[in-house]
């Protein structure tokens, strides 16, 4: 059997802005959410490990990291743009030393011939723009769009690939409700309120088809899309006819309230009939009036839900894993299952559904616990364990790519050791170790893999 990659497939890596860059008080930057609420005490079930601010310290060492992923033959870098370094204090004044920090950055990345994909929004909201009202003020779309805008004509000679947003269920909407929709939110400003969590999720559309529209009216070069987490929601029972629709429903709201009006210009029918209420006034018209596609949909896959059919709440996937038949012990972000078919099924599913022009695959990858006797050194250097998990994932994507569904990338996640909210440094997903004591790169195994492997494939 012969599988094959086009000779110009993007294999990449992906970080964002606050997970790696440091320096959270240089050159200008303003505060963002994460560097606010990892300091109130009241947070501390969430930001107990700390805060974003110094960690692999990309700011002082990206042309190092650059080299690193040239030599090892990566095509494509995808990060973010730290929101609070361009706007630090509010919407009026821009921070120059930002902006220059980005530029030779990118243009760094230019001359070695690296692809760039780069989110504008990747959850590192300006806490300014949480202190007048955040994602679920209507200001947010003006402020959204001011932002973008700064952003493409500083930038956007250099950047091949926008994403406007990176995951809005976990950031936009996450902000402001539970998964169950009771609940608080699991993400700054952690409030419980639904009708607002729906009002963030409008402007959020709203505010990313004005930047689409922005950047073609600038005719930029470039490709501009949105960065989502949508993954297969299986039937909790495969007998249960009930299960199965209850996954469908459940991947319309998780996914569809953001794949739907991006891809076409609605929100699920399914997710309207029931939330109707709570929705935004003439919601419906004003996505028809702004509605602009987009060039690409960027996916991140880590692993599938899963759905149970409950009369009284027919919406919300189960906790429970059916292979185990209870919800599984794990801390957030870690022991995430490897489920390589459910990078087929969305792939297949989001063809289907939603005939996107183009897909790249933004994120995918898995951690190991950092030795907590030792917390500052990488775990796992010779990570036979990651090698497998990109082996099985990358033997997926070959799948779907025979079946003629136009994927143009892979990325892992990560380039490098990650801040990540819940677990602070103690969880490594770099292809690159990073030892926090004194900034020391150590390609991983699995970054030498992938090397040999893009240069048997392109
Ligand atoms: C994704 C996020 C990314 C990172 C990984 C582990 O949900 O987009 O920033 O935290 O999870």
């Known amino acids: 059997m012969n599988f094959s990659f086009p000779k110009d497939f993007l294999w990449g890596a992906a970080c964002s802005s606050f997970q790696i860059e440091g320096a959270w008080q240089e050159d200008g930057k303003g505060i963002s959410c994460h560097d606010k609420y990892a300091r109130i005490p009241a947070h501390q079930d969430l930001y107990r490990y700390g805060g974003p601010d110094d960690g692999a310290d990309f700011y002082h060492h990206y042309r190092e990291d650059i080299d690193i992923m040239v030599e090892h033959g990566l095509k494509s870098f995808r990060f973010s743009i730290a929101w609070p370094r ?27 011939g690296l692809n760039l994909l780069i989110d504008l929004y990747h959850w590192d909201l300006p806490q300014w723009v949480l202190d007048r009202g955040g994602v679920a003020s209507r200001e947010f779309i003006t402020w959204f769009e001011d932002y973008a805008r700064v952003c493409f004509e500083n930038f956007g000679d250099q950047v091949q690939y926008w994403s406007t947003t990176n995951e809005p269920s976990v950031s936009v909407f996450g902000g402001y409700i539970g998964g169950d929709l009771k609940s608080v939110g699991r993400f700054p400003p952690f409030e419980c309120d639904k009708v607002k969590a729906f009002a963030a999720c409008h402007n959020m559309n709203i505010a990313h088809m004005r930047a689409v529209k922005l950047y073609r009216r600038m005719g930029l070069k470039g490709k501009i899309g949105a960065v989502i987490d949508a993954v297969p929601c299986y039937p909790y029972s495969i007998s249960s006819k009930k299960d199965w629709e209850a996954g469908e429903r459940a991947f319309d709201f998780y996914a569809g309230k953001w794949l739907g009006p991006m891809l076409l210009g609605k929100y699920p029918e399914s997710m309207t009939a029931c939330f109707h209420e709570d929705m935004p006034e003439n919601y419906a018209e004003e996505l028809t009036r702004e509605y602009e596609p987009i060039d690409f949909i960027g996916n991140n896959y880590y692993e599938p839900h899963y759905a149970e059919y409950i009369p009284e ?33 969305i792939m297949l599913l989001l063809e289907e ?15 190991v616990k950092r030795d907590e006797t030792n ?13 497998r998990y990109m082996r099985a994932h990358i033997m997926m994507l ?46 991983r195994d699995s970054l030498k893999w992938y090397s040999e492997f893009i240069q048997a494939n392109t």
Do not use: C
């Open 353 to 367: 559904k939603y005939h996107p022009k183009e897909i790249i695959i933004t994120e995918n990858g898995m951690s």
């Open 398 to 443: 070959a799948r779907v790519l025979k079946l003629g569904i136009n994927i143009t990338g892979y990325h892992v996640w990560a380039v490098e050791d990650t801040y990540e909210r819940t677990s602070g440094y103690r969880h490594d997903y770099g292809l690159i170790g990073i030892d926090y004591d004194t900034k020391e790169r150590i390609p």
């Open 375 to 387: 917390i500052s050194k990488p775990s796992n250097i010779h990570d036979e364990n990651r090698i």
């Open 313 to 345: 709440k027919p919406y919300f996937k189960a906790a429970a894993d059916p292979e185990i038949g209870e919800a599984r012990e794990r801390e957030e972000f870690v022991g995430m299952k490897p489920y390589p078919v459910g990078l087929y099924d």
């Open 86 to 112: 361009i706007f630090p204090d509010g919407p009026d004044k821009i921070n120059q030393p930002g902006i220059d920090f980005y530029r030779d950055m990118f243009s760094y990345a230019n001359e070695k």
